[in-house]
C-alpha cells in the first residue's frame, strides 16, 4: 500500500482535473474521512468521528463543483487507500447521509 505521500500527489492531480470553481481539496476529503479508514477497509468499526467528518464533508458540498471535487477525490483515493465499494456506500446510509447517487469505481463525476 502507498504512503500518504503518495496520497497527496494524486489529490494533487485530481484536483487540478476539477473544475476551478471548487473549494474542496482532496486534502479535506482525506481528512474528513481519515477516521472511516479501517472501517472502509474491513477492519473496524464505524466510529462517531467518522460520521462526524462524513457530514462535515457532505455539508461543505454545497456546490455542484464541489460535490464532483468530493466525487473525483473519492473515486482517486479509494483504491490508493484500499476502500472497498460496498463499505463506502454503507459507509454513507451508517452516518445518515443522503447522497443521490452510489460510489463505484468508474462513475462519471462531471455530471
Keep these: 500500500m502507498g504512503?500518504?505521500?503518495?496520497v497527496?500527489?494524486?489529490?494533487?492531480v485530481v484536483v487540478a482535473a476539477v473544475t476551478a470553481e471548487s473549494t474542496?481539496?482532496?486534502?479535506?476529503?482525506?481528512?474528513?474521512?481519515?477516521?472511516c479508514l479501517a472501517y472502509l477497509?474491513?477492519?473496524?468499526?464505524?466510529a462517531a468521528s467518522c460520521c462526524d467528518g462524513?457530514?462535515?464533508?457532505?455539508?461543505?458540498?454545497a456546490t455542484t463543483p464541489d460535490r464532483q471535487a468530493v466525487?473525483?477525490?473519492?473515486?482517486?483515493l479509494a483504491?490508493?487507500?484500499?476502500?472497498?465499494?460496498?463499505?463506502?456506500?454503507?459507509l454513507i446510509s451508517k452516518c445518515?447521509?443522503?447522497?443521490p447517487y452510489r460510489y463505484f469505481s468508474s462513475m462519471d463525476c462531471s455530471k
Design 3 to 6: 504512503g500518504f505521500g503518495e
Design 8 to 12: 497527496k500527489v494524486v489529490c494533487l
Design 24 to 35: 474542496i481539496s482532496c486534502g479535506q476529503v482525506m481528512r474528513s474521512v481519515s477516521p
Design 41 to 46: 477497509r474491513g477492519s473496524g468499526p464505524v
Design 54 to 61: 462524513v457530514k462535515n464533508l457532505n455539508k461543505a458540498a
Design 71 to 76: 466525487c473525483g477525490c473519492m473515486k482517486s
Design 79 to 90: 483504491p490508493t487507500v484500499g476502500a472497498k465499494a460496498d463499505l463506502i456506500n454503507s
Design 96 to 99: 445518515g447521509v443522503a447522497l
